[in-house]
């Protein structure tokens, strides 16, 4: 937020160190009350020489991909390598020192 400007009328603490004051009428909550997990994983089955591509999340900037997405097989696959990503998902890195990243895809 730029410093001074406050667009809405009135404000409350957040109870979020780093977040500071949130408009009244916004509620604060854990990033798990407000988002689904995606829950598509590839098996221990999938044929080994399947390939696809890995999004290592060291390659998720903020808002963009800072790498091309890695062609893998599944045998050769790190365990990491099961969760299916679609158009619409959004993929989010809490690993690193802040800020956190994400990619909508």
Wanted: charged fraction near 25%; charge should be positive.
């Amino acid at each position: 937020m730029i410093n001074g400007l406050k667009p809405y009328p009135k404000y409350k603490d957040s109870s979020v160190p780093w977040l500071g004051e949130v408009p009244v009428h916004w509620e604060v909550r854990a990033l798990k009350h407000w988002v689904r997990i995606n829950a598509r994983t590839l098996d221990e089955s999938t044929n080994p020489s399947f390939e696809f591509d890995y999004i290592d999340i060291g390659a998720v900037g903020t808002g963009r991909l800072l790498q091309k997405p890695t062609r893998m097989r599944f045998g050769v696959a790190p365990s990491r390598a099961r969760r299916i990503v679609a158009a619409g998902d959004t993929l989010l890195s809490t690993v690193r020192d802040i800020p956190q990243s994400y990619l909508h895809l």
